[in-house]
């Protein structure tokens, strides 16, 4: 029962860490929150929709929220079970409030991936300082090498 609670907790954590950042700061790119003038990577568009994965993990691996939100095209849209963050700055935030929750990322292991054309289905764990994902599931659509649309379940979700 106690481990359900602090899963509870966190989850809630993740999302209100992000819809605070939201209230705070709307449409801003204040205190962290980048903008469309913040230099994402160049040539974004030319990415094939595997190089985008790469690059969406490598960020999130070194918990680099503003990197991730490079990823999104400007309409993306997350799904997370209860919550739903539209743009790349409401992306940014709840991936800045998992990494907040979470700590240090100790490991990122992708256990498989299933692409047809702009579309991936993978699978995954993480184990971080302060919670594990054992059987997360996230799917993509990527279009014109950027995300718009991010479907992400974190199973097996534990805290330590």
Known sequence: MRTLFRVVIVMLAVTVAGILSLVAHPGASAQGMRSESDACP?????RSPEQVLEAHL????????????????KDAV?????????????????????FQ???AINSVTVTSTTTQGGSILMTYKVDSEHIVVSDGVDTFVIEKG?????????GGLTTR
């Open 42 to 46: 160049k040539q974004l568009h030319l």
């Open 58 to 73: 490598a960020a999130f691996r070194s918990g680099n929220a503003a990197l991730i939100a490079c990823d999104f095209a």
């Open 78 to 98: 997350l799904i997370l079970p209860g919550a739903v963050a539209q743009g790349p700055d409401q992306i940014q935030a709840t991936f800045a409030g998992f």
């Open 101 to 103: 929750a979470a700590g």
């Open 146 to 154: 950027r995300i718009v649309l991010e479907t992400a379940y974190l």
